[in-house]
């Protein structure tokens, strides 16, 4: 399953140095170029989470994990005509995961709406971090230990202990 992902899923994670999990649930992840350039912002805002993401990123280094993509002109056409209430990063990854039946992380409440309003397929950090518990990885006290960061850094969280959500099935999280 491919897997494009917005700024917010990859702030989280980024935030609580635990960026690599999604590499270890997803493999590779695509970023839009407009992704990219949020990032770039925020590096310049002094967001100290994401400077060193360059290391992570594939053109820029050869065993990157995420992966820059371009939106293809029908894409293109199909951002345009998103709501105009999102960024341009939350309109190229819904346009991507729509066009190419990728699934799209974002945390973002609107970004969320749009995609359930266009049916594309969607998760957030709290569906990253209940994967990583389903899957092995981590155990659930360490990732309810990464939500409660995540919280504590601003990140509004529905949920607030994940073993309220392990094995539901795919809902939308």
């Known amino acids: 399953m491919s897997v494009v992902s917005n700024t917010t899923v990859l702030s989280n994670f980024a935030s609580v140095g635990q960026l690599a999990v ?9 970023l ?17 989470f994401f400077a060193d993401i360059e290391q992570h990123i594939f053109p820029f280094t050869q065993d990157g994990w995420l992966h820059l993509v371009s939106l293809t002109e029908t894409e293109l056409r199909l951002a345009a005509t ?11 990854c819904i346009a991507i995961a729509l066009q190419r039946n990728w ?6 409440r609107a970004a969320r709406a749009e995609a359930r309003l266009r049916q594309a397929r969607f998760s957030g950090s709290i569906g990253c ?4 518990v389903e899957r092995g990885l981590v155990p659930l006290a360490q990732a309810n230990g990464w939500l ?5 850094q601003g990140y509004y969280a529905p949920w607030t202990d994940l ?6 099935g795919p809902a939308e999280t």
Do not use: C, K, W
Request: aromatic share 6%.
């Open 22 to 30: 999604l590499r270890h649930i997803f493999g590779s992840v695509y």
């Open 32 to 48: 839009p170029a407009e992704v990219f350039a949020e990032i770039e912002d925020a590096q310049r805002e002094g967001y100290a």
């Open 82 to 92: 998103l709501s105009a209430g999102l960024h341009r990063g939350e309109r190229s």
């Open 103 to 108: 699934l799209m992380l974002t945390d973002d």
């Open 129 to 132: 971090l209940v994967l990583a």
């Open 148 to 152: 409660e960061a995540m919280i504590a």
């Open 163 to 168: 073993s309220l959500l392990i094995n539901r």
